[in-house]
């Protein structure tokens, strides 16, 4: 009898431990997201990396540019593309007001700790965007600008597609890992080069990326980059990294020397440190293969402003058919002056006679 209530009361005590641990599990999915288990595409010392020349597209060094990998976070420069050329197109304005939704103040991850029924202006949440890579940001802004995440995604995709990302795949606004039923954020280095291209040209993005410290929510926050290049690398103002365990590590950077701009991709890294000491080595070899400039052109001279030669007296040229108006009224007075003459002898021989 004893071996027996035993025997029960540690089975009872096992299925109290396996539904505490259920219980546990299905929290902390509810907590996470319920987040899908994504297979690892990260290397050392990276997964892909390229570099090109700002200016012209010109690639200078590419190494398995075109591997895809989980950009992770580098996503919301998508975010900020799609939103500055809202703002741009005159379809928002910076001082615009966002609300923040329930929905956004309930993002994880990296965040400024939006609450529900907050309001701040579009240019406030943009720096959140860059500078803390702030996912509860991202969301309130692609509910603000789109009516919906969905449709803020859709934009990425369209955008993406017409700037030739062609190994690029959006399936959120943050880059969080995928939550269970949903597909993850693909890209490449290649296509994230084309992005950050589209950006250093055709937006106001460098003030919001160069920036390293920053105060939100009247300072009561302060927001600090995550990009260590900026203020170690000569002349990098931007632009973004990004990092979840499957993906590793990612950066696209972007430095500026003498007026000419290089970018580089560094995807997927499996160290931080590793990441950030390939990306400036890639941006110095960047620099290093930019072909050189042409030569200045000498100004062109116009002959008619050239001086005269030493010696020469420079005449005013002369106007076609400048000679008949002169000469018709130098005719015409020597006429007049010959027939008063001519009458003023004639009286005289008349007189004589």
């Avoid at 923040?100 to 579009?122: C, D, H, W």
Wanted: glycine content about 10%; some cysteine.
């Amino acid at each position: 009898m004893k071996s027996l209530i035993w025997r029960g009361g540690w089975a009872a005590g096992i299925a109290v431990l396996l539904a505490a641990g259920l219980a546990g599990a299905q929290t902390t999915a509810r907590k996470s997201g319920g987040r899908a288990a994504l297979a690892s595409r990260s290397a050392d010392p990276y997964l892909g990396a390229i570099v090109v020349d700002a200016a012209t597209g010109q690639v200078l060094v590419e190494d398995k540019a075109d591997a895809q990998g989980y950009p992770a976070s580098v996503i919301k420069l998508m975010d900020m593309l799609v939103i500055l050329e809202k703002v741009q197109g005159g379809q928002a304005g910076l001082s615009n007001s966002v609300n923040v939704t329930a929905a956004a103040s309930r993002m994880g991850g990296s965040q400024v700790y939006l609450k529900e029924n907050e309001s701040f202006p579009i240019e406030d949440l943009l720096y959140a965007l860059m500078i803390q890579s702030a996912n509860d940001a991202a969301v309130a802004l692609a509910l603000h600008v789109a009516g919906g995440t969905d449709s803020f995604v859709a934009m990425m995709n369209a955008k993406a597609s017409e700037l030739g990302m062609t190994n690029t795949e959006f399936h959120s606004v943050h880059g969080l890992p995928p939550a269970s039923g949903q597909g993850a954020d693909v890209s490449t280095a290649r296509d994230l080069a084309i992005l950050a291209r589209a950006l250093v040209q055709s937006t106001d993005i460098l003030r919001y990326t160069s920036t390293r410290e920053r105060g939100f929510r009247n300072d009561t926050f302060i927001m600090r980059n995550h990009n260590h290049l900026l203020g170690s690398y000569q002349g990098c103002d931007g632009l973004k990294t990004g990092y979840f365990t499957a993906g590793g590590f990612s950066i696209v950077a972007t430095a500026e020397r003498e007026g000419r701009r290089v970018i580089a991709v560094v995807l997927g890294s499996r160290d931080r440190k590793v990441r950030d000491a390939k990306a400036a080595e890639l941006m110095s070899r960047g620099f290093a293969a930019l072909p050189p400039l042409p030569p200045p052109q000498p100004a062109v001279t116009n002959a008619m402003d050239l001086p005269a030669p030493a010696g020469e007296i420079e005449e005013e040229p002369v106007k076609a058919n400048g000679w008949i108006l002169p000469s018709l009224l130098g005719l015409l007075g020597g006429l007049v002056v010959a027939g008063v003459v001519a009458w003023v002898m004639g009286r005289s021989n008349r007189r004589t006679l």
